[in-house]
C-alpha cells in the first residue's frame, strides 16, 4: 500500500516513521522506539500482540495506541489520494480515552434449560459434569426417561423470566417433577402454577418466544433453535464457560439529581423508558433507575436524555467528540476535502470494512471510518460537532436487521436534520446505511453527493458535562454554518424549546416552578410573576404535567440567542398588600376572586365582614388578629334565635291585620 509520511506530517504535526515491515524485519527498530516510553501510535492492529509484548519487554510502561490504516485506508482503489484519510486515523487512535467502570457479576454454575423434546436433556448430558444442571420440558413432555438420573427434569412452561446473568428468576406453570417410576414414557407428578425458581443461566431451546425483550442483548440469557445442531452445540460451549466471576462494561452513568422524570407523583420526561430495548430502567420516584447487571449498553438512554442524567461511559460523550475533533482537524490540515464519516461498530461494520478492502475497491478515499461502541450510542452533541469540524456528510452503518429497536438513533437523526436544513447545510447530511453486504455499502457510499462542508470549520475542544457539550457543540455549529438562523423548530422529543401560556387562564400559582428540575421556569420573590429561562428548558413537560389550570404548551425549538438572552416575562400582576400591614403576599386578581366567591355565599363568611378581612391579611397578621378577636375563623357561626314577635314582624302589618279579622 502506498504510504503519504508528508500528508501525515501534515495532519498530525508530530513526528511520523515509514516502515515496511515493523512486525518482522524491522522489528529491532519498533523495540528502540518503543523504549524512549514516548507516546506512540502504531499504524498496524494485526500485530498488536506482538507489539504489545516487545514493549513489555523494553520496560515500557505508556499504553501504545494502535490504528487500523491498511485496510481503513491502504488497501482501496483510490489509496493514492489516502493520505490526509491516513493522518486522520492515526490522530483519531492517538486521542487519548478514560478508562471504562465495571461491574461484577457471579455465576454459581446453576443452569436452567428448557426444551420441548429429548434436545434438551441431549444439552443437559453435555453440560452435567460442568454446570449444575435442572431440564424442564414443556408439555406434554412425551419424552423418554433417562436411563440414569445425572440431572433432574420437570415439566412446565415458563410464564415469566426476570433478573439477569447470575440472577435469574423463573415462574413456570404447569410444573411438575418427574415420576422415579416411569416406563415408556416419562411421567410425571401432581402438576401445579407458580412454581419460582433460581438460577444463574438459561438456555432456551424451546424455539418459541425469547423469554426477555431483546434477548439478544441479556447476557447469560442464551437462545437456539433445536432443529439447528450446530446452533445448539454452539449455546452449549458457551454455557459451559459460564462460570465464576466476570466483569461487565457498566455502560451507562447516572445522576439522579439530574433526572427530570417525575415530581410529586406527576410523570415527566420518559424518554429513556419508551427506549430501552432490554428493560433495563424502571421508574423509582422521581426518577429512574437503571439496572447495570441488565443495561445492554445500546446507549439510547443516554443519547435521548435531555438533562444529561444518563450520559454513556464506553467512552463518554466529550470524549467521544474530542476523538472525532481529532480525526477531522488533521484530515483537513492533510489537504483533505468532502469528508464523511461512517460511523459503525466492531461486530457488524469493521468486518464489512475488511471485506471490502480485502475482495473489492476499499473504501473511498474520502470515507473516514469511526469506530464506536454501539452505533446507537451517538447523540446529537456528535452530530453537531462533526459538522462544526468540517464533515460534508454523515452515514451510520446498520445491520440489515439491527440486533435490537434502533428508533433512538432515528430520533436523533430526525433532530438533526431541521437543525441543519434550517442552518443551509441542506438536505442528506446525514442517513443511515442498512446492510450486511460490503458491496451495496461501497455502493450507497459512492451515492453521496459531494456537499460543501461548513464555510468556518471549528477547532473547540469538549470538555464537560453532556448539556454542556451539546450547547457547545450547538452553538459552534451556529457560528460554522453557512445560514445564521436564529431561531428552527424542531419535532416533538427535542431536547430544547420554549413553553407557551394562556395568560388569561393562568393565575400565578407557580406551580410550574416548584415542578420545573432545570429551573428554567422561576418566580420573582418581590411580586407575582412568571419567568422563563429558554436555555435552561429541557422540554421534560413536568410543568405542562403540574399546572392546575392546563394554560401551558411546550414548544420544541432552538433558539441560538437563548444562551445570552435574560429571563422572559410570561405574565405578572400586581400583588396583594394586607389590609393591616400593606406586606405584598399574594396576586391581586386571585384575592379578589376569592373574596367574590365566599362573600354572601358561602355559610364561614355570610354576615361577617370580619370573616373576609383574614382571607386579606398576611400569615402574620392574620394569626394576630385571630388572637385579638377572639373567634375562630373556621368555625360556625352561631345560630339566632327567632321568636313568634319576629315571624309577625317580617310578615308586615297588612297580613296581620288581616288574620286578625
Keep these: 500500500m502506498p504510504l503519504d ?3 501525515i506530517r501534515r495532519g498530525c504535526g508530530s513526528d511520523a516513521t515509514a516502515a515496511k515491515q515493523l512486525c518482522r524485519a524491522e522489528l529491532d527498530r519498533f523495540r528502540a522506539i518503543a523504549a524512549q516510553d514516548t507516546p506512540l501510535t502504531v499504524a498496524c492492529t494485526q500485530e498488536t500482540h506482538l507489539f504489545s509484548e516487545v514493549a513489555e519487554e523494553t520496560g515500557r510502561k505508556t499504553p501504545i495506541q494502535f490504528a487500523n490504516i491498511r485496510e481503513a485506508a491502504g488497501w482501496s482503489s483510490e489509496a493514492d489520494h489516502a493520505g490526509p484519510k491516513t493522518a486522520a486515523l492515526l490522530a483519531a487512535a492517538a486521542e487519548p480515552m478514560p478508562a471504562v467502570p465495571f461491574v461484577e457479576l457471579e455465576s454459581g454454575g446453576v443452569i436452567l434449560i428448557c426444551g420441548r423434546d429429548e434436545s434438551a436433556v441431549e444439552a443437559g448430558n453435555l453440560l452435567k459434569d460442568h454446570l449444575d444442571v435442572t431440564v424442564l420440558i414443556e408439555p406434554p413432555a412425551a419424552i423418554a426417561p433417562p436411563r440414569i438420573a445425572d440431572f433432574p427434569v420437570a415439566k412446565g412452561k415458563v410464564r415469566n423470566a426476570k433478573g439477569h446473568f447470575g440472577a435469574f428468576e423463573v415462574i413456570v406453570d404447569d410444573f411438575a417433577q418427574a415420576s422415579p417410576s416411569s416406563r415408556g414414557l416419562l411421567a410425571f407428578e401432581r402438576s401445579r402454577n407458580d412454581a419460582r425458581s433460581s438460577c444463574d443461566i438459561i438456555l432456551d431451546l424451546t424455539g418459541g418466544t425469547a423469554f426477555f425483550p431483546a434477548a439478544d442483548l441479556r447476557d447469560g440469557y442464551l437462545r437456539a433453535d433445536p432443529r439447528n445442531p450446530a446452533a445448539m452445540l454452539q449455546a452449549v460451549l458457551k454455557a459451559r464457560d459460564l462460570t465464576g466471576t466476570f466483569q461487565k462494561p457498566r455502560y451507562v452513568t447516572f445522576d439522579a439529581t439530574l433526572c427530570a422524570h417525575s415530581r410529586s407523583q406527576v410523570t415527566g420526561c420518559t ?14 420516584g422521581d426518577h429512574v433507575i437503571i439496572d447495570p447487571n441488565v443495561c445492554a449498553g445500546c446507549g439510547q438512554c443516554a443519547a435521548a436524555c435531555p438533562t444529561g442524567a444518563a450520559t454513556y461511559a464506553l467512552p463518554a460523550e466529550d470524549a467521544l467528540m474530542r476523538r472525532l475533533r481529532a480525526l477531522l482537524i488533521a484530515y483537513r490540515e492533510a489537504g483533505g476535502e468532502q469528508a464523511v464519516v461512517l460511523v459503525h461498530d466492531d461486530p457488524h461494520g469493521a468486518p464489512l470494512i475488511d471485506a471490502l478492502a480485502r475482495f473489492g475497491d476499499g473504501l ?14 451517538v447523540g446529537l452533541e456528535s452530530i453537531a460537532a462533526a459538522f462544526a469540524y468540517g464533515a460534508s456528510a ?5 445491520r440489515a436487521r439491527p440486533r435490537h429497536d434502533v428508533s433512538g438513533l432515528k430520533r436523533t437523526m430526525a433532530l438533526a436534520d431541521p437543525i441543519l436544513t434550517g442552518l443551509g447545510f441542506g438536505l442528506g447530511r446525514v442517513a443511515t446505511v442498512e446492510t450486511d453486504d460490503p458491496d451495496s455499502l461501497l455502493e450507497a457510499l459512492r451515492a453521496i453527493p459531494a456537499m460543501a462542508p461548513a464555510p468556518r470549520p471549528a477547532s473547540f475542544r469538549p470538555l464537560g458535562a453532556k448539556r454542556s457539550v451539546l450547547r457547545f457543540a450547538l452553538s459552534e455549529l451556529h457560528r460554522a454554518a453557512p445560514e445564521q438562523a436564529g431561531v428552527i423548530a424542531l419535532p416533538n422529543g427535542a431536547p430544547f424549546g420554549a413553553v407557551e401560556i394562556n395568560a388569561g387562564g393562568c393565575t400565578l400559582c407557580l406551580s410550574c416552578v416548584s415542578a420545573c428540575p432545570t429551573g428554567a421556569l422561576r418566580d420573582d420573590p418581590e411580586r407575582p410573576m412568571l419567568r422563563f429561562v429558554e436555555d435552561a428548558c429541557v422540554q421534560c413537560g413536568l410543568c405542562q404535567a403540574t399546572c392546575p389550570e392546563h394554560v401551558i404548551t411546550l414548544k420544541p425549538q432552538i433558539d441560538f440567542d437563548s444562551a445570552r438572552a435574560p429571563a422572559r416575562i410570561l405574565k405578572e400582576e400586581d400583588p ?51 388572637a385579638e378577636e377572639g373567634f375562630d375563623p373556621y ?11 319576629d315571624y309577625l314582624r317580617d310578615r308586615g302589618p297588612q297580613q296581620r291585620d288581616g288574620q286578625d279579622s
Aim: aromatic share 8%; hydrophobic share 40%.
Design 5 to 7: 509520511a508528508e500528508a
Design 271 to 284: 424518554r429513556c423508558l419508551e427506549l430501552c430495548p432490554a428493560s433495563a430502567i424502571s421508574p423509582k
Design 364 to 377: 473511498p478515499a474520502h470515507v473516514l471510518p469511526f469506530a464506536v461502541n454501539e452505533i446507537t450510542q
Design 394 to 398: 454523515m452515514r451510520f452503518l446498520l
Design 576 to 626: 396583594f398588600c394586607c389590609i393591616r400591614c400593606g406586606k405584598p403576599f399574594g396576586v391581586k386578581s386571585t384575592i379578589d376572586r376569592v373574596v367574590a366567591k365566599l362573600e354572601g355565599k358561602h355559610w364561614m363568611y355570610t354576615g361577617s365582614a370580619r370573616r373576609l378581612d383574614v382571607i386579606k391579611m398576611c400569615e402574620d397578621c392574620r394569626v394576630a388578629y385571630v
Design 635 to 645: 368555625g360556625m357561626q352561631s345560630k339566632t334565635v327567632r321568636t313568634t314577635d
